[in-house]
């Protein structure tokens, strides 16, 4: 599925919360949202997936404004990951996985339930969380929360995923795994993520928003810049090339001071004085 996001601008609670955001994610690329908390990532994931009119601007799924879209035929090709899955129901894990492939069923279809529920443990398998299938949710800890919330996106084979920080609770072998198995997947994915490198290594393209606008997008290496950084987080940082395939690297060398942040040229470690 083909995203596209033009001059948009979203309000929440009285508040312009994203302001004349473009961008867009061609069909299996890997796009990476990023930007400190209250940035709008979170809040660009719900637009894309129509639960947010623009105020200004539009979001269009294969050309279609998205939230136009019937809601029935979103939940069938898009699939949203969400930060906090309010879900202290008392479920277990492959329930919660087969609730998101209630958009595919049909009414009175027979044998719809087995057909489903193979399906809800293939997707916990590929999340790495077969072991968790029959475990209360309510019992489970937040990274095996995560495993089971990925395995219910994948269950439905979307079009285009959107996940909102996939990996913050998970430990780094299932970090890994995680982007990996998505980011081979040949769909389109756009991921909200805090993890610089993550984005470096497994994002075909970035978008760096702060105060709800964006501030630089493209290649991770065009945009993961020590200014860029030093610009929009008020971190110094230094970006290497990685000896094995140049993707950058980046190491947090450490807080700036406030006034240092706000320019856009603030120096890196090696001009520091
Ligand atoms: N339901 C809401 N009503 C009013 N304001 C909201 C609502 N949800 C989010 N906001 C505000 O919108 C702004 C963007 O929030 P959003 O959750 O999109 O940021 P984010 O980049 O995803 O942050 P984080 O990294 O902390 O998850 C914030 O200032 C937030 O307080």
Redesign the pocket.
Known sequence: MDVTVESLSVT??H?E?LSDVSLSAARGEVVGLL??????????LAAIAGMLAPAHGSVLLDGRPAHLVPRREVARRVALME?HPDRDIPLRAIDIVELGLLPFRRPLARGGDAAHRALAHEALAQAGAAHLADRPWTALSGGERQRVSVARALAQSPELLLLD?PTNHLDIRAQLDTLSFVAGLGITVVA?L?DLDHAARHCTRVVL?SH?RVVAQGAPADVLTPATIAAVYGVRATVLDHPADGRPVIALDGALDPADASSPAAPGPEEAP
């Open positions: 929440r609670g508040r919360v930007g400190p908390n209250g940035a709008g990532k979170s809040t660009l930060q920080e909200a805090h928003l709800g």
